[in-house]
């Protein structure tokens, strides 16, 4: 044997788990979407909602409420088409046309738009971090029981 000494038995690499690596790629993949919130805009005129909204709310002062998917103003009148909800609690779809509403009558106007929230894609990537520190960690745990079990026993 050359007269060389004998090389100690090399350790075994421990590999994350497929599983984990596969839990770790889809959070972060799913970090990379951007999430939305609603902002709710709401007045006593139409000046003061979203007019690029694809929804106008108009609250009665007799509590009915019209949904118009289109409208325009023409003087004093909101013109426009969607649904009718009465004012019982159900609010169920009363009827479907095209509506002349009298501004002295409109109460509330109501919009609805969806906006990119930024605390989203902050709250994402603090999870995925905190996802692979914890994958890491468990790792490293397992790792190191496996080896002290193999030192005293």
Same mark, same amino acid.
């Given at each position: 044997?050359?007269?060389?000494?004998?090389?100690?038995?090399?350790?075994?690499?421990?590999? !994350? @788990?497929?599983?984990?690596?596969?839990?770790?790629?889809? &959070?972060? %993949?799913?970090? &990379?979407?951007?999430?939305?919130?609603?902002?709710?805009?709401?007045?006593?005129?139409? @000046?003061?909602?979203?007019?690029? =909204?694809?929804?106008?709310? !108009?609250?009665?002062?007799?509590?009915?409420?019209?949904?118009?998917?289109?409208?325009? %103003?023409?003087?004093?009148?909101?013109?426009?088409?969607? $649904?009718?909800?009465?004012?019982?609690?159900?609010?169920?779809?009363?009827?479907? !046309?095209?509506?002349?509403?009298?501004?002295? $009558?409109? =109460?509330?106007?109501?919009?609805?738009?969806?906006?990119?929230?930024?605390?989203?894609?902050?709250?994402?990537?603090?999870?995925? @971090?905190? %996802?692979?520190?914890?994958?890491?960690?468990?790792?490293? =745990?397992?790792?190191?029981?496996? @080896?002290?079990?193999?030192?005293?026993?």
């Amino acid at each position: 044997m050359n007269g060389s000494r004998p090389r100690p038995p090399r350790k075994p690499r421990h590999r !994350v @788990a497929p599983t984990w690596t596969a839990i770790i790629v889809l &959070c972060l %993949l799913a970090s &990379c979407t951007v999430p939305l919130r609603i902002e709710r805009r709401t007045g006593p005129t139409l @000046a003061s909602v979203d007019p690029s =909204a694809k929804l106008l709310k !108009v609250h009665m002062r007799n509590g009915d409420v019209y949904l118009l998917y289109s409208w325009t %103003l023409d003087g004093t009148q909101l013109i426009g088409r969607g $649904e009718h909800r009465g004012p019982d609690r159900a609010r169920i779809p009363v009827t479907k !046309v095209l509506f002349r509403l009298e501004s002295n $009558e409109i =109460a509330l106007y109501e919009t609805d738009t969806k906006i990119k929230s930024p605390v989203g894609i902050g709250m994402k990537l603090f999870t995925t @971090a905190s %996802l692979i520190l914890s994958v890491v960690t468990i790792t490293m =745990a397992v790792n190191f029981v496996s @080896a002290w079990k193999e030192f005293f026993i």
